[in-house]
């Protein structure tokens, strides 16, 4: 497979999931979103570490700032701190079964939810609010339903 | 690299070094916020275009009705707009009452867990700048925070980092009203123990500061509360506008009555000369 298609077909998923990331939800679910992009990055990188880097993560991590409007930056180094700990580590993670990965994958999550805060908080004068945690939850719920179907994708469009 | 990272993102968080770039930045996005934004926008108006002949019918009454009440109060409201500039002439003072303004959609889109900010579907390409006033029907809303060529962010009055000058209607107290960061509260810090202030009272724009306006509702009283020994009382209040359920706000060109006033100092024989 040419480098471009595999690019063209990474992209396309990144695209998607920064819609995803801000589609417009009712308030009540607004808590449960998964965080879609923490998800396909770490995807891509445990895959394909040799494609997606820590400079991809921070690209996206600065696009997601802008597209959120919070601090520029704080979601690119989140993103780029954990896409360098996958990359180092993709060997081992690979060979991790599915409700492993869940569980790292939470840990991950709960890691970075905890670094936005930190960082927001060491910024400006903010408040918690108690849902902010519970999307962990259905992104560890949804975890191994996208890690299937983005391996389907990856194996149908050879994506190498 | 991540030491790179760190170092050149606490410094531009920091010292702000961006904020010229924003503009670009977030044009670069925006038509990301575009495409989320459309099935939204398609849904609303299918939903718009479905409705009955009856239901038709029934709100383009309401709203000739509506139409009709406000008309007669515009009749009333040039008259005393008209005496009121006379009187202001007689007392020399200018004020004016009249402003530009615009019309501009919310895109309902997810923004930062931390703030209480709104995009809207306006941006420098229409004029918006930063720090401008932004109103629904009901009474302030926020002010822009960024500015984008086709979108903007409106950070609401109840943000944390907010704070907006007002003053009570009933008696002309003036407080600072920040926000809370909760969705229907309001702080009213450093006021007086003894202050006329009720709870049920209106709080409207002072225009001083000179980035609204004078004049719009922001607030209510919701609680005043005074503990023996304190040095200020505890006044919290919630805003008038539906912060949460506004789908069409207002932007408000407001021509600081301040820019071009002369605030040199006169001389006070200039005032106190004896009247011939």
């Known amino acids: 497979m040419p480098l471009f298609n595999s690019y063209k077909i990474i992209y396309l998923s990144f695209l998607v999931c920064l819609v995803a990331a801000i589609f417009p939800l009712p308030i009540m679910f607004n808590a449960f979103r998964p965080d879609w992009m923490l998800l396909v990055l770490s995807y891509w990188v ?18 997601l700032d802008l597209l959120l409007g919070s601090i520029l ?32 994958l939470g840990v991950f999550i709960f890691l970075a939810k905890l670094g936005l805060y ?43 | 690299m991540i030491a790179c990272c760190v170092g050149l993102l606490i410094a531009d968080n920091k010292y702000n070094l961006f904020s010229p ?3 670009y930045l977030n044009s670069i996005v925006a038509p990301i916020q575009y495409i989320a934004d459309a099935p939204q926008k398609l849904f609303s108006s299918f939903s718009e275009n ?14 000739e009705k509506d139409n009709l009440h406000l008309k007669a109060d515009r009749l009333l409201l040039g008259q005393l707009q ?29 923004s930062d867990p931390f703030t209480h900010q709104l995009l809207i579907d306006k941006g420098a390409l ?19 925070s960024q500015v984008g060529s086709t979108t903007s962010r409106v950070v609401l009055i109840v943000d944390a980092t907010h704070g907006i000058p007002v003053r009570v209607q009933r008696n002309d107290v003036i407080a600072i009203v920040h926000g809370s960061g909760a969705w229907d509260q309001l702080k009213v810090p450093f006021v007086q123990s003894n202050a006329d202030i009720k709870e049920g009272d209106l709080l409207v724009t002072s225009g001083l500061g000179g980035r609204f306006p004078a004049g719009y509702p922001v607030a209510k009283i919701s609680r005043f509360e005074y503990q023996e020994g304190e040095l200020y009382a505890t006044v919290t209040a919630t805003p ?14 407001n021509d600081d009555p301040l820019a071009d006033a002369d605030l040199t100092l006169d001389t006070p024989e200039l005032f106190d000369a004896p009247v011939q």
Do not use: C
């Open chain 2, 82 to 110: 008209s005496e009121n500039k006379q009187l202001r002439e007689l007392l020399n003072s200018e004020k004016k009452f009249k402003y530009k303004r615009m019309i501009t959609e919310v895109m309902s889109l997810r």
């Open chain 2, 126 to 144: 229409n004029g918006v700048y930063l720090g401008q006033p932004v109103i629904n029907e009901q009474g302030v809303v926020g002010q822009v």
């Open chain 1, 118 to 160: 930190w960082i927001a908080s060491s910024m400006q004068e903010i408040t918690l609010h108690r849902p902010y945690f519970w999307s962990i939850f259905t992104s560890m719920l949804i975890w191994p339903w996208f890690f299937l179907f983005m391996r389907f994708i990856r194996v149908r469009y050879r994506v190498s």
């Open chain 2, 50 to 63: 479905i409705m009955t002949r009856q239901a038709l019918v029934d709100r383009n009454q309401q709203l």
């Open chain 2, 240 to 253: 008038v506008a539906d912060l949460d359920r506004s789908r069409y706000l207002l932007l408000l060109w």
């Open chain 2, 21 to 23: 770039a924003r503009v």
């Open chain 1, 46 to 63: 445990m895959a394909l570490p040799h494609r997606v880097n820590i400079g991809h993560a921070f690209i996206l991590g600065l696009l």
């Open chain 1, 73 to 104: 930056g704080m979601h690119g180094l989140l993103f780029s701190l954990l896409a360098y700990f996958t990359s180092i580590n993709f060997q081992r993670f690979r060979n991790f079964t599915l409700v492993q990965t869940t569980l790292l």
